[in-house]
T-cell receptor, first 116, second 109 residues
């Protein structure tokens, strides 16, 4: 596709449930990033993939959060036992290669997760 | 202390005004620097990269002072369409981007 695609665009779930958020990066982009943005804050880093492997997962807040990218393209962010504090916009971004800083990232439009 | 700090604003300015945003960062090993723009309920989009020599893109001028760990963005001749949140962004090791909380700009007619 032309841009980074995230599905669903909105997700409402009950506390304690499991959710999966999907990201489809720009074709050919090897690097993929997940960020989380709470109201009034800037995006907060969660995890970075280079190809299939997680190059940096230092931003994942706890072991309820997990992400995969099995074939080096689509990625899924998985959240177990959701809590109300997990409510935020989850943003995915991709870039063409590691260290390509001059083009920055291209972000998807995000998944707005609401835990009730 | 936050890694990237910005004045949250809001900055309310009339059309045609010049407005400046400032940002400081704490990690002296930071490698690259950017300004992103984010419209309400939209994703962030790259506005411009920031270099020590200063760089300009039309009405926008960005400046980096590595010694002071300070980044600035100047917008001249503000337009209504410039109303948005401006995010100061620092690239650390690898490809990790660290975002400030953003500065809100409202341009009024």
């Amino acid at each position: 596709g032309a841009g980074v695609s995230q599905t669903p665009s909105n997700k409402v779930t009950e506390k304690g449930k499991y959710v999966e958020l999907r990201c489809d990066p720009i074709s050919g982009h090897t690097a993929l990033y997940w960020y989380r943005q709470s109201l009034g804050q800037g995006p907060e880093f969660l995890i970075y993939f280079q190809g299939t492997g997680a190059a940096d997962d230092s931003g994942l807040p706890n072991d309820r959060f997990f992400a995969v990218r099995p074939e080096g393209s689509v990625s899924t962010l998985k959240i177990q036992r959701t809590e109300r504090g997990d409510s935020a916009v989850y943003l995915c971004a991709s870039s063409s290669n590691a260290g390509d800083s001059y083009d920055g990232y291209t972000f998807g439009s995000g998944t707005r997760l609401t835990v009730v | 202390r936050k890694e990237v700090e910005q004045d949250p604003g809001p900055f309310n300015v009339p059309e045609g005004a010049t407005v400046a945003f400032n940002c400081t960062y704490s990690n002296s090993a930071s490698q690259s620097f950017f300004w992103y723009r984010q419209d309400c309920r939209k994703e962030p989009k790259l506005l411009m990269s920031v270099y020590s020599s200063g760089n300009e893109d039309g009405r926008f001028t960005a400046q980096l002072n590595r010694a002071s760990q300070y980044i600035s963005l100047l917008i001249r001749d503000s337009k209504l369409s410039d109303s948005a949140t401006y995010l100061c962004v620092v690239q650390e090791y690898g490809n990790k981007l660290v975002f400030g909380a953003g500065t809100i700009l409202r341009v009024k007619s």
